[in-house]
């Protein structure tokens, strides 16, 4: 804390939040020298200049954390549109246990280990880009991490081989119970390795993002690593649980077959029930590939109103075997797959029938303005339009624990300013898909339906 005399009577009171400059022109020419120098508390706000490039190896430690619902921020202010930039070191940024925390504004690069690394509680990363890490571009711990979100930011340009990915997200389960991986209105593209997203959170809620361009999957949503985890953790202490909404998943990597990933990877197995809704999934031009590649062990999986087509290939809907006869999945409660009134390609293969899928709808084409340029809104006449289940329901024996329902607004294949994310209007009926076409067919970014 930060200390000074005042007059007993006074002492109780909390200190006044304090606004705090870092730049070359400033008292604190770096953020290493200003956590050096002061204790930040929970309001306190610090502006580093943009227009500037400063060292990696910036270390928020657990003394400059804000407090329950008053975090300190740490914000980049533009300076002729320029961000501050925060280049290199092994870990580019660490939140240390820093927890109550928003960092936003920047451009972090150059990373050797990781451009961010995330190890504290109640941290939201927003209004940034993560780019050019040669290994992880944003990597949770296992140990001490807990609620994360990850908003109006673009990854891209990072990962490497197999294991090192744009995104790698994790929570510690027993010292953070209950915490929530939360992903919005972000721009993932163009990995170099790994998966774009892979995640062992307790709970994953991850919405109005666009993917394309991962090595392997776009999507991994699995168990804790069983190796690495606190000594009280126990594989059956948790379930976890994903929520996939309103995203557009684009796979154009012809050499991998898969697009998502669930339940495992042979290190770490989530029991959980995952659910997808109102997503749009394109496979890139002569893929073929996977859409749900089910793993290792899983409790449930739903999916309602979402677009699968293809360009070219051919999309298996479901992947719960191995090659051969021995099984890749166990069920927790026996096989439970749910969902309605899903559209895929005329062609798609292990498409679920009645009673697992019910409404389907197929068709040659999923009928988007334009899917060579990525328009994948709903075209005049699309089979997409007012073609869902407006009331989506779990299997009453799994309920989907708070699903994110309806879907309140469009991806975009951009970063986006904060707030800037485009509200789904209202239709006639909802749409399939991540796009909802209005009543008036005027979209709220000023796109008229053609």
Wanted: proline share 6%; hydrophobic share 40%; glycine share 14%.
């Amino acid at each position: 804390m930060r200390w000074c005399s005042i007059p007993l009577f006074l002492a109780a009171l909390p200190a006044s939040a304090a606004t705090f400059q870092v730049g070359p022109t400033r008292p604190h020419t770096s953020l290493n020298a200003l956590f050096a120098a002061v204790n930040l508390e929970g309001g306190d706000i610090v502006e580093v200049d943009g227009g500037v490039t400063y060292a990696g190896g910036v270390i928020v430690p657990a003394a400059d954390g804000g407090s329950p619902g008053n975090p300190v921020v740490i914000r980049g202010i533009r300076v002729g549109g320029q961000r501050p930039v925060i280049s290199g070191g092994t870990n580019t940024v660490e939140f240390r246990q820093s927890n109550h925390l928003v960092f936003e504004g920047f451009d972090v690069t150059g990373g050797t280990g990781r451009c961010i690394l995330q190890g504290a509680h109640e941290v939201t990363v927003r209004d940034s880009v993560i780019h050019g890490c040669a290994a992880h571009g944003i990597l949770g711990t296992d140990l001490l991490s807990g609620s994360f979100t990850l908003e109006y930011s673009e990854i891209y340009d990072a990962g490497s081989g197999t294991n090192l990915h744009p995104l790698y997200m994790q929570s510690d389960e027993v010292a953070h119970p209950g915490s929530v991986f939360r992903m919005r209105f972000c721009y993932v593209h163009d990995g170099n390795g790994g998966n774009l997203l892979k995640s062992r959170h307790e709970r994953n809620e991850i919405s109005y993002n666009w993917f394309q361009g991962a090595t392997y999957h776009e999507l991994e949503l699995i168990g804790p690593d069983e190796e690495t985890q606190n000594p009280n953790w126990t594989r059956d202490l948790v379930r976890e649980d994903s929520d996939v909404v309103g995203n557009v998943i684009v796979h154009t990597n012809t050499a991998f077959g898969a697009v998502i990933r669930a339940g495992g990877d042979g290190s770490g197995r989530s029991k959980g029930r995952v659910r997808f809704v109102n997503n749009t999934i394109l496979l890139g031009p002569g893929v073929s590939a996977t859409v749900f590649r089910l793993f290792d062990e899983l409790q449930s999986v739903e999916m309602h109103n979402n677009v699968i087509e293809t360009s070219g290939g051919t999309a298996r809907i479901i992947r719960a075997i191995d090659s051969g006869s021995e099984p890749e999945l166990v069920w927790t409660n026996g096989r439970q797959i749910h969902g309605s009134n899903n559209w895929v390609r005329t062609g798609s293969t292990f498409v679920p029938t009645t009673p697992e899928w019910s409404g389907t709808l197929t068709g040659a084409s999923a009928g988007f303005v334009n899917a060579a340029t990525f328009d994948l809104r709903p075209a005049a006449g699309s089979p997409l339009v007012n073609a869902g289940n407006a009331a989506p329901a779990s299997n009453p024996a799994f309920v989907y624990p708070g699903p994110i329902f309806p879907p309140a607004f469009h991806p975009v294949r951009a970063a986006l300013a904060p707030g800037g994310a485009v509200p789904r209007a209202a239709g006639g009926g909802i749409d399939i898909g991540a796009f909802e076409v209005p009543v008036d067919g005027i979209f709220a970014n000023g796109f008229e339906t053609p």
